[in-house]
C-alpha cells in the first residue's frame, strides 16, 4: 500500500523560505501514469493547489504562487520537495502532499488520489 | 482568476438525500473539466470519493455519486448517514497541470 509522509520545520521565519518534502514509500515515484502533488489548507479555510511534478522532473505550479514556489523530485531518494520563499502569516498552513492519477484505463483522470496526512507550518518570528 | 463555487453550508436530515454542487464563476463546468469530490473530517486530510465526473474512489459506498446537473458538477448522497457530516470540496482540472479548489461545503446532519 503506497504511502505519502510529508517533513520539515514546523515554524518557518518571516521572509524566509519554506522547505518541506514528501517521502512515498510502497511504491515508485517513477510511474509515468501519475504526477505528485502539493496543496495546503489554512487553519479553518479551504484547500488551495500549489503545484505537482512529473517524474522527470517537469512541473506545473499554481499562477498565484508560481513567482515563489519551486517543486523538485530526487527519484533515487523516491521524494519529492516544496519551496515556498519570502513566506508571510499568510502561508500558515497545513501542507499536503498527494498522488495525482493522471492516466488510466484508456483515459486521462486528473484527480488526487491518495494524500498524506499533512504537516503544519507556521510562519511566525 | 477562475473561481469554483460551492454552497458554504447545507444541512439534511439523517437518511435523506442532499445534492452539493460545484460551478464557475463564468461559464459551465463540464466532463472536460475532470470534476473530483473530496470529504474532509476536521483534523483529518482529505479522502477522495468521485473522480472524472461520476467514477467512485475504491471503497466509497454507492450511495456517493457524481454527475453534471445544468452547467454544474454535483454530489449526490442518498440515505444521509451521521458520520457523512464533513466537508466536502470539490476540484476543477483547468489544464497545463493546474487544477482549481472550490471553497467547501460544511454539511450538516440533524
Known amino acids: 500500500q503506497l504511502q505519502l509522509q510529508e517533513s520539515g520545520p514546523g515554524l518557518v521565519k518571516p521572509s524566509e523560505t519554506l522547505s518541506l518534502t514528501c517521502t512515498v514509500s510502497g511504491g515508485s515515484i517513477s510511474s509515468s501514469i501519475y504526477y505528485w502533488g502539493w496543496i495546503r489548507q489554512p487553519p479553518g479555510e479551504g484547500l488551495e493547489y500549489i503545484g505537482n511534478?512529473?517524474?522527470?522532473?517537469?512541473?506545473y505550479y499554481n499562477p498565484s504562487l508560481k513567482s515563489r514556489v519551486t517543486i523538485f523530485v530526487d527519484t533515487s531518494k523516491n521524494q519529492f520537495s516544496v519551496k515556498l520563499g519570502s513566506v508571510t502569516a499568510a502561508d500558515t498552513a497545513v501542507y499536503y502532499c498527494?498522488?495525482?492519477?493522471?492516466?488510466?484505463?484508456?483515459?486521462?483522470?486528473?484527480?488526487?488520489?491518495?494524500w498524506g496526512r499533512g504537516t503544519l507550518v507556521t510562519v511566525s518570528s | 482568476q477562475t473561481v469554483v463555487t460551492q454552497e458554504p453550508s447545507f444541512s439534511v436530515s439523517p437518511g435523506g438525500t442532499v445534492t452539493l454542487t460545484c460551478g464557475l464563476s463564468?461559464?459551465?463546468?463540464?466532463?472536460?473539466?475532470?470534476p473530483s469530490w473530496y470529504q474532509q473530517a476536521p483534523g483529518q486530510p482529505p479522502r477522495t470519493l468521485i473522480y472524472s465526473t461520476n467514477a467512485r474512489s475504491s471503497g466509497v459506498p454507492d450511495r456517493f455519486s457524481g454527475s453534471i446537473l445544468g452547467n454544474k458538477a454535483a454530489l449526490t448522497i442518498t440515505g444521509a448517514q451521521a458520520d457523512d457530516e464533513s466537508n466536502y470540496y470539490c476540484?476543477?482540472?483547468?489544464?497545463?497541470?493546474?487544477?482549481?479548489f472550490g471553497g467547501g461545503t460544511r454539511l450538516t446532519v440533524l
Open positions: 463564468s461559464g459551465s463546468v463540464s466532463s472536460s473539466y475532470y
Open positions: 498527494a498522488r495525482i492519477y493522471y492516466y488510466g484505463s484508456g483515459s486521462y483522470l486528473w484527480y488526487f488520489d491518495l
Open positions: 511534478i512529473y517524474y522527470n522532473g517537469g512541473t
Open positions: 476540484v476543477l482540472y483547468m489544464g497545463s497541470g493546474t487544477w482549481v
